[in-house]
T-cell receptor, first 113, second 115 residues
Framework: GENVEQHPSTLSVQEGDSAVIKCTYS??????FPWYKQELGKRPQLIID?????GEKKDQRIAVTLNKTAKHFSLHITETQPEDSAVYFC????????????FGIGTKLQVIP | GAVVSQHPSWVICKSGTSVKIECRSL??????MFWYRQFPKQSLMLMAT?????????EQGVEKDKFLINHASLTLSTLTVTSAHPEDSSFYIC???????????FGPGTRLLVL
């Protein structure tokens, strides 16, 4: 089955700096890669997703890149703000979110004011 | 749109009792619902996938007789933890997808504590 590895497990950045979280996946058939943000004690919220026919996608301060050949994808957050502090999960799926989604271990991001 | 609710939000029960958790899609029809378990500071581990009107598909290592899943309608799925034990204490989260949709919308989770 699919295996998603994520790093780093924790990340501290100064407010205004950029943060990068990297993930790799094992199943070359995976074609849908969502990223979720989970604040303490709350539900995961989708922040951005990308399909395998796209190399990069951007939404304001958040961008995701995908390298199908290397089977890795990354989340980039620019101009970080304290409210960006949360746990971020990458995930991979074959066929889309209505199919089984395998999550990474999560990255705890702390933005220091 | 795309709101998913769970009930109860937390539950404390005695060892050996059964606990039922409901997951509802409030403003859309959910063809597929997923049940996850999340231990503190860990990732979401998929327990099972349920499609309306059919039997749930359980992940390897998840006991289907212990974690009963029913998806009786397009807006409701239930997870029953039978004969709960302290090791079943965890955060249980459901998610749902629309027909033809890609995004999984998560419920707020249910925190279960078995004494």
């Amino acid at each position: 089955g699919e295996n998603v590895e994520q790093h780093p497990s924790t990340l501290s950045v100064q407010e205004g700096d950029s943060a990068v979280i990297k993930c790799t996946y094992s199943d070359s058939a995976s074609n849908y890669f969502p990223w979720y943000k989970q604040e303490l004690g709350k539900r995961p919220q989708l922040i951005i997703d990308i399909r395998s026919n796209v190399g990069e996608k951007k939404d304001q301060r958040i961008a995701v890149t995908l390298n199908k050949t290397a089977k890795h994808f990354s989340l980039h957050i620019t101009e970080t703000q304290p409210e960006d502090s949360a746990v971020y999960f990458c995930a991979a799926s074959v066929g889309g979110g209505y199919q089984k989604v395998t999550f990474g271990i999560g990255t705890k991001l702390q933005v220091i004011p | 749109g795309a709101v998913v609710s769970q009930h109860p939000s937390w539950v404390i029960c005695k060892s050996g009792t059964s606990v039922k958790i409901e997951c509802r899609s409030l403003d859309f029809q959910a063809t597929t619902m997923f049940w996850y378990r999340q231990f503190p500071k860990q990732s979401l581990m998929l327990m099972a996938t349920s499609n309306e009107g059919s039997k749930a598909t359980y992940e390897q290592g998840v006991e289907k007789d212990k974690f009963l899943i029913n998806h009786a309608s397009l807006t409701l799925s239930t997870l029953t933890v039978t004969s709960a034990h302290p090791e079943d204490s965890s955060f249980y989260i459901c998610s749902a997808t629309r027909w033809g949709g890609e995004t999984q919308y998560f419920g707020p989770g249910t925190r279960l504590l078995v004494l």
